[in-house]
């Protein structure tokens, strides 16, 4: 049995590692929002290639907040993915704005830049570029169409640690980004944890107020802020795990190229592999037609699955009736269709030959 994914055995290599921080806070008296925090804050800030970093509760805080910090008009349009998993949507309806879905390229599974000048408006204020699998939105057009018309950008950046675009990292490249390190995260804590990234210094001080309550003095509010705040003992595990990021990272490479030149199913529809060194292969999914059946000559050869995502955001019931169920047929596609094999830098040779004989065998 492979399973799709075991988190003890993630964490096992960082086991010393992760006694010493934890021994370190228990010790230091100090938990939440500490020498910890602002550690590992600038080790990720350094990691990404920006001035500042956040340290918040999720990645989902991590994504309203900024939105909140701009201030933009109640009901102000941002533009994300329709494809995007639902805390990308989440975070725009919880800061009271508007999220105006576009379809994504078929190829990529990210934001498509040629869609977005149909879905401006002049309520348009922000785009949220999701970058889905551990791959980089195509972030230069992007980028290129937000200056033209006076958009801010947001990067889900949740599945993308390390990832690249032209150089540069997932994190850098938009007016600010949030990541997440829960635990299945290529980054990932031991329980809850999330990071805003920006090179903007005014913002960054709103978001550490933002994130404690609004107060940047105790017991003095200036915003209506939230409580998410990081704590110490998630930040010290992070700080300890962030330097082996990058061999991992690598770990997860090595693989996907092997999925790529040997998974050979001609009903198989194989992830974009033109990118395969800037990706981090968060997730490896595959599309399948039939996809039940696939799913279940998997689970029969014991080889672990799962679904990113089974339904799109449009379709989820906590969003019903607010865009027609027909509105995106790509998304509809797309969710219809992925299955994740395995992967994680935890996998061995044989494990990986295991899951290419088992998908190759499929009917
Ligand atoms: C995990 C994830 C989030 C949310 O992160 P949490 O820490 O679970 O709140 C947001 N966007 C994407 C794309 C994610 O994968």
Redesign the pocket.
Known sequence: MIPFLDLGRINAPHQVRIRAAVERVLSSGWYVLGPEVKAFETAFARYVGVDHCIGVA??????TLVLKAWSFPAGSEVIVPSN??I??VL?ITQAGLTPVLVEPDQRTYTLDPTRLAAALTPSTKAILP???YGRVTAMEPLMAFATQHGLLVLE?A??AHGATYLNRQAGAWGHAA?F???P??NLGALG???AITTNDADLAAQLRMWRNYGSAQKYYNNVPGHNSRLDELQAAILAEKLPFLTEENERRRQIARRYVAELALPSLILPPADAIDQDVW?LFVVRHPDRDAFLEHLRQHGVGTDVHYPVSPHRQVAYAHQWPADAFPIADQLHREVVSLPLNPTLTAEEVSRVIEVVNGFR
């Open positions: 999720n990645g989902l805080e991590a994504l995007a998993y805390a990308s975070a999701v970058h889905l889900d949740a599945q949030g997440s390190f829960y299945t995260k809850d944890a999330g968060h």
